[in-house]
């Protein structure tokens, strides 16, 4: 049921970032009728417990309804986080996730089974109510029209690899982890919470530490490559560390894939269905193929120990494989970004001192209305790009204009779009280009 309902997931978000603008426009409406269809998974898992014969298809159905609605409430909270200021929004999911793992260990701890199907059902209601009414208090000039949504480039075709083999390994250790038996099902799933802290703390450092998803990708694949290749020499309790280290590894990839897309989302004003939708599709794809081989292995073809070490070697030399390809190239966004946040370079364009100093200021002033008038900045532009000239990065630039870090960094984009450039030194380069002619 768990690998119906991924299915379905992975195809639904597929769906929606071919339909993106569709999506988008009509996301109070999908959001409302898809939270409404995960109660049918709830109400089957009661009457199953109640009542015998009921038909195998029904089970299939009410499940594949479930990924569906998964799809729609975390699209609906994506955009959500993609339309406030970033300010606290790794803070937020970061503590959400923590919240969402204790609800779900304690609607699954107890032996009473009809109290947890209550409580699911109260959390599936309580998290779209919680949705839905926050996103009633989003001012209304901050929704753009759909046409104002910049797209770009999300994942490269290596990166989405990368990201799929991590599906791959998260679904193959979940279905493992489950054939164990509910309580180890139960702890696996708690195990997501060291990761989910790990997040948490780069959060709440904030711009102290610069984490994207190649750090991430680096910091898990030690983690996730020592949990695939010790698995198959241990029982019971090992079998268990192995999966809570990858588990957690996992959440935490996710955690901060969820936050840096929210983030550039509302910082660069990119389509946020289009870029959460072709995030999640490849590592929900992967997370299908994991658990298909998972049940394979297991129900249909059982293996020995020597052939399953054999499966997890080779496990692990392709995700090893893949983070190679991949090289560590998130998105060509990012290194915009980082390359914006970089320390101040010295200006060398204007020199001397006293009287020449500030003739070389106002020719230098000059140089920048000239580049300025030439592409077509607005005021608020020219103001940033003056500072930029200088040599002044994104957080200096927000203390000077007295304006949010992420509303320098908006500025920055539209100023480094406009002169077609992707560095602080080329922008620097133009102005003095500009003298000579």
Request: aromatic share 12%.
């Given at each position: 049921m768990r690998i119906v309902s991924v299915s379905t997931l992975a195809t639904t978000f597929a769906l929606c970032?071919?339909?993106?603008?569709?999506?988008?426009?009509n996301r109070n409406r999908l959001f409302a009728i898809g939270s409404l269809v995960a109660l049918p998974a709830v109400a089957n898992a009661f009457v199953n417990n109640a009542f015998e014969g009921i038909p195998f298809i029904a089970s299939l159905v009410s499940w594949a309804l479930l990924g569906v609605a998964q799809a729609s409430i975390m699209m609906h909270w994506c955009v959500f986080f993609s339309l406030i200021p970033t300010r606290r929004t790794a803070v937020c999911v970061s503590l959400g996730s923590i919240g969402g793992?204790?609800?779900?260990v304690l609607a699954n701890a107890s032996d009473t089974q009809w109290l947890n199907l209550f409580e699911i059902a109260l959390f599936i209601v309580g998290s779209v109510g919680l949705a839905a009414f926050l996103s009633t208090r989003i001012p209304p000039e901050r929704i753009l029209s759909i046409e104002k949504f910049r797209r770009t480039t999300v994942?490269?075709?290596?990166?989405?690899l990368s990201v799929?083999?991590?599906?791959?390994?998260?679904?193959?250790?979940?279905?493992?982890l489950c054939s164990m038996g509910p309580i180890v099902a139960l702890i696996g799933g708690a195990s997501g919470i060291a990761g989910v802290l790990v997040a948490l703390l780069w959060a709440l450092l904030g711009s102290k530490v610069d984490i994207d998803m190649a750090i991430v990708q680096r910091i898990s694949l030690p983690i996730l490559i020592a949990g695939i290749l010790l698995f198959p020499f241990f029982d019971g309790?090992?079998?268990?560390?192995?999966?809570?280290?990858v588990v957690a590894a996992l959440a935490h990839s996710t955690i901060v894939g969820w936050c840096t897309t929210s983030i550039d989302n509302y910082e660069f004003r990119l389509h946020p269905i289009d870029r959460f939708a072709l995030r999640q599709a490849p590592s929900n794809i992967g997370f299908f193929v994991g658990a298909i081989v998972a049940f394979v292995i297991l129900f249909v073809y059982p293996l020995s120990g020597t052939q399953l070490s054999l499966l997890m070697v080779v496990f692990a030399l392709v995700v090893i494989l893949m983070f190679c390809v991949y090289g560590g190239d998130d998105a060509k966004m990012r290194r915009r970004l980082n390359e914006l946040l970089a320390p101040p370079i010295a200006n060398n364009s204007s020199g001397g001192a006293g009287g020449e100093?500030?003739?070389q200021a106002g020719f230098f002033r000059k140089r920048c209305d000239c580049v300025s008038e030439r592409y077509g900045l607005t005021p608020r532009e020219e103001e940033v790009f003056f500072l930029l000239a200088k040599g002044r990065n994104a957080e200096y630039i927000a203390e000077q204009l007295v304006v949010s870090s992420a509303t320098a960094k908006s500025h920055i984009y539209h100023i480094y779009r406009k002169l077609d450039i992707n560095s602080q030194q080329h922008l620097m380069n133009i102005v003095e280009e500009c003298e000579e002619a």
């Open positions: 970032a071919r339909r993106a603008d569709w999506v988008f426009e793992t204790l609800l779900f994942l490269t075709v290596p990166a989405s799929a083999c991590q599906g791959a390994v998260y679904g193959f250790m979940t279905i493992e309790a090992g079998k268990v560390v192995c999966g809570g280290m100093q500030s003739s």
